[in-house]
């Protein structure tokens, strides 16, 4: 797919917004984040002119290439970090990203910090037991979250990547995020992605990133195995 037909991605959207709301969720508030890693500038700007303002990207170099050509369209996106982030990477994100949403340790945190002073950020969290997964131990979080704060990030909640393979699955871990951000009084929860949005949505999510059920298979990524079903 080189172009993504407008009126495909709309009907797309409409979509996604109906499992959100067919999953007990309010379309108007579970802020639909559209993940175009692996695709080029233009399907970012066809998500923007579908009215979708929030854009996730994995990878620095891909966010550094694309976020200037929607600047020049005129596109006012907020551009999410989803990926696994190092920190020699920040730098050059600072100045672009809307939400650090991969912060599992303070090590980043402090480069966050000092590069874009204030930042959004959420923790992530590894509530799948999955040790290939990114994010902090459970039970590492309230003390990571703490110590966000006190390097002066402004901390808007957890973030974490659903069990592989049944959605089902995933929802026993979404649960976990949920009440790990009751706890500590944060009100973003992001969780969810193409395969496993409604059982987030029905656990509580307040964001939903999603790639693949707006864009179709993504070309430029290799996509990890997934564990047999
Ligand atoms: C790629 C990715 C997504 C989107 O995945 P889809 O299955 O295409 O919806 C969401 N979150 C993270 C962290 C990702 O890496």
Known sequence: M???DQATLLARVERVRDRIAAA????????????????????????????LVDLGENYAQELVAKA??????????RWHAIGRLQRNKVRALAPIVHLWQTVDRVELGAEI???????RVLAQV???????????????????VGELGELGLDVQG????????????AAEGFARLRRLADDLDLPVRSMGMSGDLDVAV????????????LFGPRPGVPERPRAPR
Do not use: I, W, Y
Request: hydrophobic fraction near 40%; charged fraction near 25%.
């Open 24 to 51: 007990g969720g309010d379309p108007d508030r579970v802020v639909l984040l559209a993940v175009t890693k692996g695709f080029g500038p233009e399907v970012a700007r066809a998500a923007a002119e579908a009215g």
């Open 126 to 144: 590894n509530v799948s037991d999955e040790p290939q997964k990114g994010g902090c131990d459970p039970a590492e979080a309230p003390r990571l």
């Open 68 to 77: 200037p050509v929607l600047a020049e369209a005129g596109h006012a996106v």
């Open 2 to 4: 080189s172009t993504l």
């Open 158 to 169: 957890l973030m974490t990547v659903g069990r592989t393979g049944d959605p089902r699955a």
């Open 113 to 119: 910090a000092r590069r874009a002073p204030g930042a």
């Open 202 to 213: 029905a656990e509580g999510a307040t964001m939903v990133r999603v790639g693949a059920a």
